[in-house]
């Protein structure tokens, strides 16, 4: 029996590992979980799967709860709460599947432990990537389902016969405009091909998204910036591509499902008896592949300098990006100020090279603020 904990499990993620689970009924004991202010749901939860555990750090939320709550899980308040059970020695795994920066200083804790960890908040490691040792990365087995691909992939490969990585993309719903104006945020919320929490969903619209996904590639298989490149593939199937030095391609392709890597993270690295839909190609057809338009698009050159420039920038681009998305979903802003709310606040920042973690938390709060600020 595997004693796992979930963070975030009120989400998209946390809520997909907890069907992953119910398939491996007596493998995996849920010791704890955790959710900001989503208490319904967890209350479900903890009906279902008896956690040993549950955090909810929104203290208000937190404190209504335990009000009511009579039952035999314990129930911790705050961020604190995280902390405590990071601390719980006969926890095996950790999926974190917080959403932003608030999933970064957890993963930075576990790693410390040197827990293994199935990771789906990749702002830990756009932000925190150069903090992370290269023996620490291998606790990570990464669920954002390109990483995943790629890490399948390298699988008993040499990292020196590496040409380049290839992330897909789906190109988000807004594929095929030509302009962008006047975007509102019920379409922004229709992803053609993945079912997702709203802030990941605006992301993989603006392709800011791709943009982490650059920056997470770089720092977990080790490579330079410039060999990772994007393809739109708007059916997701192919999850990502490895070119070796011969120019031979390795992909991993399926129907798009996130149970898919949250499966392989769980169980050890292995294939298990799959709970998604096998994959017909030939009722599939045809795949399609395009270069991303990054003139209509600007997220992925913005996030490629960012990589580039390092130090606190990645953690300014996720600042700004975070308050910008939060902005444009209280309809305060357009579509296209999202992309001008970051390029003011990276402009505004002064590089930090070689932070720490601390001058990263100050840039992000200072970040917060300017990009709060900005007038589009
Ligand atoms: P959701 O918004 O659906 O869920 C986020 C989870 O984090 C919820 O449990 C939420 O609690 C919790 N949370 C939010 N804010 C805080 C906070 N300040 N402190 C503590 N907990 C918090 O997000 P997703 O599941 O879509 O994404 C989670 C992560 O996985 C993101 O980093 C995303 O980029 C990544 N990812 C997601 C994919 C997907 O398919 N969804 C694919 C690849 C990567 P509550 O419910 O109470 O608000
Ligand atoms: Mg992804």
Not at 81 to 105: P, R, T
Not at 170 to 181: C, D, M, Q, Y
Not at 344 to 366: M, Q, V, Y
Request: hydrophobic fraction near 40%.
């Amino acid at each position: 029996m595997k004693n796992i904990a979930i963070l975030g499990a009120t989400g998209s993620i946390g809520l997909n590992t907890l069907e992953v689970i119910k398939q491996y009924k007596n493998k995996f004991h849920i010791t704890a979980i955790t959710c900001n202010k989503n208490t319904a749901i967890l209350n479900q939860i903890i009906e279902e799967f008896s956690p040993d555990f549950a955090v909810i750090t929104d203290k208000n939320s937190c404190n209504d709860y335990e009000i009511k709550y009579k039952g035999k899980t314990k129930v911790l308040c705050g961020e604190d709460g995280i902390h405590k059970i990071i601390e719980l020695s006969y926890i095996d795994l950790f999926v974190n599947a917080i959403s932003g920066f608030a999933g970064c200083i957890p993963t930075i804790e576990i790693l410390k432990k040197g827990k293994e960890i199935a990771l789906a908040n990749k702002e830990s490691i756009v932000i925190f990537g150069d903090l992370i040792t290269r023996e620490q990365y291998k606790l990570i087995i990464p669920v954002d389902s390109e990483h995943n691909a790629i890490y399948q992939c390298l699988s008993g490969e040499k990292q020196s016969e590496v040409k380049r990585i290839i992330l897909t993309a789906s190109g988000g719903p807004f594929l095929h405009r030509k302009s962008l104006e006047g975007i509102g945020v019920k379409e922004t919320l229709e992803h053609p091909t993945w079912r997702m929490g709203k802030k990941i969903t605006v992301d993989s619209a603006t392709l800011i998204n791709k943009g982490y996904e650059i920056i997470e590639a770089h720092h977990l298989f080790n490579l330079p910036i410039n060999k990772i490149d994007v393809l739109i593939h708007p059916q997701s199937i192919v999850h990502s591509i490895v070119e070796f030095q011969d120019n031979s391609a390795k992909a991993l392709l399926s129907i798009p499902d996130m149970k898919l890597p949250i499966e392989y993270a769980l169980i050890g690295k292995k294939h298990g008896d799959s709970i998604i839909p096998p994959l017909d190609l030939s009722k599939i057809g045809h795949l399609d592949f395009y270069e991303p338009n990054t003139k209509l698009f600007k997220g992925l050159e913005i996030s490629r300098q960012c990589a580039e420039t390092g130090g606190t920038m990645p953690a300014v681009l996720n600042a700004a990006d975070e308050i910008a998305v939060k902005r444009f979903l209280n309809g305060e802003i357009e579509f296209l100020d999202i992309i001008k709310i970051l390029e003011k606040t990276i402009k505004h920042h002064k590089t930090i090279e070689n932070p720490g973690i601390k001058d990263i938390i100050k840039a992000t709060k200072d970040a917060y603020e300017f990009a709060k600020g900005v007038i589009v």
